[in-house]
């Protein structure tokens, strides 16, 4: 796409292989992040986790750690560490900042009981559904800023007007129930088959009687590689038309 400049730069200038003091400092009062990971077929998910202010620890510039609550019991990011080690974390301060902290590296499991035998300074909440079962430990190999531009500008809503919603509840109906309606239908759907009991070249749906074969979705077409640049080269060219002028030495929110 013609921006092989601006990436160097970037990553000159902003990637670093380590949480310098600001990043270990926003880190520490981070409520949420997003975490993607991989199997070890290239498989991808992604997922939410969330916590009281400080509920991720950076125990150095290299070394952060994360509690892995009771969950639904599909262990889904465990599950894909166990068979590649490599996460993405992206944090993002909606309420402060609007900025946002990429740190990517590699990931192992550790007991809570073993982490509190090393870490004894961690906090013990009394309430099952918020007490950590395991930890995950992330060496950072990147950690670069994640810009402002995109993100919106939220604010906190009193308790008392956002609902009776215990933050770590195992309340099924709190927890959202059968929010989008997928219990329901469970009925009138054949089983699911998990990754593993599928190979990746027949995953598709069972055929029935009232969908024959050739109703199924059919499945993308591999681009063709001469189409694809024509079209990249035509959108780079628009894109160049309006690209603004470099603007100054700033040289990044994270220092």
């Not at 990011?77 to 609007?98: A, H, K, Q, T």
């Not at 088959?193 to 070249?201: G, I, N």
Request: glycine share 8%.
């Amino acid at each position: 796409m013609g921006t092989t400049d601006r990436a160097d730069r970037f990553y000159r200038d902003q990637v670093l292989d380590h949480l310098n003091a600001r990043m270990r400092e926003f880190v520490g009062r981070q409520e949420m992040f997003f975490l993607a990971t991989a199997d070890g077929n290239g498989e991808c998910d992604s997922t939410f986790r969330a916590g009281p202010p400080g509920f991720v620890r950076v125990l150095d510039e290299r070394t952060l750690i994360y509690p892995e609550y009771r969950g639904n019991g599909v262990l889904a990011s465990l599950g894909n560490l166990s068979e590649n080690p490599r996460l993405g974390i992206l944090f993002v301060d909606f309420l402060r900042d609007r900025i946002g902290l990429h740190v990517n590296g590699r990931a192992w499991v550790v007991p809570d009981e073993e982490m509190r035998v090393r870490h004894p300074e961690l906090p013990v909440d009394p309430i099952p559904g918020r007490r950590a079962q395991l930890w995950v430990a992330v060496e950072v190999e990147e950690a670069y800023i994640h810009c402002a531009k995109h993100i919106p500008h939220l604010q906190k809503v009193p308790r008392q007007e956002r609902g009776d919603r215990a933050w770590g509840t195992d309340d099924v109906k709190r927890k959202g129930g059968d929010f989008f309606g997928a219990a329901a239908e469970a009925a009138d759907r054949a089983p699911y088959r998990r990754r593993e009991e599928t190979p990746a070249h027949s995953r598709r749906r069972e055929e029935t009687p009232e969908e024959p074969a050739e109703a199924a979705p059919a499945r993308p077409r591999t681009p063709n590689p001469s189409s694809f640049q024509e079209e990249a080269e035509r959108v780079l060219a628009l894109v160049q038309q309006r690209a603004p002028a470099d603007s100054g030495d700033f040289r990044g929110w994270f220092g």
